[in-house]
């Protein structure tokens, strides 16, 4: 018969063994250790590679070079300021030089185009920096300016001149534009006197257009500027500047604009609109 011997560790020896354990909070560092290690090699790696980069983010940090293009031809300039103006006969083309102010005033001194035509006389300031070379040797009075790096002054060089030749042209022929009145009742007409505005000048005379208000809509016609009406869907507004024109042309669209469902509006110069499908409700 074989007898068991159960050894039951007193509390002094269980405190023993206890000391000797560590707490494990204690041994959390040790557990993280190599984690840790291993976050430390990866960012050591991570900074040599960066250093060894260098020559590819150099580029980055370099000044910028030259913009380049994707055209390679040479860029081409508009041509219209140095193009030399026409001027037909019967039509007198005279500059009128500035008068010389003094040394502290701010304000430039234009001098002043003076054009006579048939039709009528304009006059236009042009800026102090564009030149009027009259040369006989020339085909026609030709523009420059003083800075041809300057961007206002490229700018003004083509506008200077293109409002020159509309000048020209205005005394000479003429300006005009076609008013087409299109809708069910849509007409105009020439009256001399107006009920509902007051004239501006002596003979002044008024278009009344009827395009569906209840009420009578009469403009009164610049001064130069003369109407007519071929037909009673048409207008003709003539005049020797065409910005006048072309301004009041405008102003008369205004009250029934072409709409894109039915057509129907007043049209300037053979103007067009895409028709769009009905809408769906």
């Known amino acids: 018969m074989i007898d068991y011997v159960i050894a039951i560790p007193t509390p002094m020896a269980c405190a023993k063994k206890l000391s000797h354990r560590q707490h494990p909070v204690q041994n959390s560092g040790k557990m993280f250790t190599p984690v840790r290690r291993r976050a430390q090699r990866i960012a050591t790696g991570s900074i040599e590679a960066s250093q060894s980069n260098n020559g590819f983010l150099s580029p980055i940090l370099r000044a910028p070079g030259p913009c380049r293009t994707f055209a390679s031809t040479s860029p081409c300039q508009s041509k219209i300021g140095s193009a ?3 001027v ?11 008068p010389v102010k003094g040394k502290g005033s701010r304000i430039q001194p234009m001098s002043t ?8 006389e304009l006059s236009m300031a042009v800026p102090s920096y564009v030149n009027i070379d009259q040369d006989p040797s020339l085909s ?11 961007a ?14 509309n000048h020209i042209l205005g005394v000479s022929e003429g300006h005009s534009a076609i008013l087409s009145f299109v809708g069910v009742g849509y007409r105009s007409s020439i ?3 107006a ?3 007051q004239p501006e000048y002596p003979g002044q005379k008024f278009v009344n257009l009827k395009v569906g208000y209840s009420h009578p809509i009469e403009l009164g016609l610049p001064k130069g ?10 207008l003709l507004i003539e005049g020797p500047e065409k910005e006048v024109v072309m301004q009041f042309a405008a102003k008369i669209r205004m009250w029934r604009k072409p709409e894109p469902y039915k057509g129907k509006g007043i049209f300037v110069n053979g103007e067009t609109i895409k028709l769009k499908n009905k809408r769906n409700k």
């Not at 037909?88 to 500035?98: A, Q, R, S």
């Not at 185009?113 to 009528?120: Q, W």
């Not at 500027?225 to 048409?234: E, F, I, K, M």
Request: glycine share 8%; no cysteine; hydrophobic share 25%.
């Open 84 to 86: 030399p103006l026409s």
């Open 88 to 98: 037909p006969p019967g039509v007198t083309f005279k500059v009128t030089k500035p």
């Open 113 to 120: 185009v003076h054009i006579k035509g048939p039709l009528g």
């Open 140 to 150: 026609g009075p030709t523009l420059s300016v003083q800075d041809t790096t300057d």
């Open 152 to 165: 206002k002054q490229k700018a003004m060089w083509g506008t200077t001149r293109a409002y020159l030749q």
């Open 191 to 193: 009256e001399t006197e």
């Open 195 to 197: 009920t509902t505005v």
């Open 225 to 234: 500027v003369t109407a007519s009406t071929p037909q009673p869907t048409r």
